[in-house]
């Protein structure tokens, strides 16, 4: 392993390339990170950035909203099976059907979405934004796609008609209402962060009961929201709803804190299938590229963009 990580450490070098890594990334790949963060933060970041090469450690809806902002730069996804199963939930003729149902309504699109599905909506939102965008935007009925319960969430923010689409995350859908009454009764003086994605029912327990402990209170958060909630609260346990990948960073960040999942520990596989080997490989060979037929990339563009003009 040693010898991975400096041959990625020469070539990262040699290459002038920028390595990006998502918050649920394996502990190993987050230590070689330049940049580590949420879907908002890497998507900034890629765009701010003057170097040639991104190596994105993620799912490839990440490393294509990076290539969309940043599209003179070689976006590289280390593994190219690592998608995500929500993004691939709605496809741009499902969207387009229901564009045509309501057709007085804007498109807000989670930036989990396929670059051809972002080139059909009006703006893009992360988990970190979603309520800012919702409530900038001028229109008064939203399709929201693809996650029920991102759009479930936002609705509690604003009187407009927000209509949800029926995809979701397999990973915080398998997070229950019982392990938040658990997790409360185990760790009594803890406090729960959870990520929105997570069920109505999760975030409803949450919001309703929410408790305050010394030094903290529940949130719900994106996950750099949680990486900054643990960092400024005073509240020396937390439990996590969201994917376990992000607690290896919570602990390193955090040494004096303790934290706990909300329920097992739950994995999402494709955060999970990128490797060091996968990583030196991308850099060797530069691939696999991120390609985006320039129409789509174009449209999609104005999505994001104005997403960050809003926030
Ligand atoms: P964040 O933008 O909060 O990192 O979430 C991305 C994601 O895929 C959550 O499942
Ligand atoms: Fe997609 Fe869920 Fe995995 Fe995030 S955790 S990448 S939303 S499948």
Redesign the pocket.
Known sequence: MENVIENIKELKTKKSAIILVHN?QRPEIQDIADYIGDSLGLSKKASELTCKLIIFCG?KFMAESAKILSPQKKVILPNKQAG????DMVTVDELKQLKSKHPDAAVVCYV?TNADVKAECDVCCTSANAVKVVQNIEAKKIIFVPDKNLANYVQRFTDKEIIPYNGY????EKITPEDVKQARQIHKEAVIIVHP?CRKEVIDLVVAERKSCSGGTDEVLSTDGMIRYAKSSNAKKIIVGT?EGILYRLKKENPDKLFYTLGPARM?K??KLTTLSDVYFALLEEQYEIEIDEQIKDRAKRALDKMLDYT
């Open positions: 649920y799912v995500c199963q929500m993004a989990n995350c397999y990973v915080h994605e994917e999402c494709n955060m």
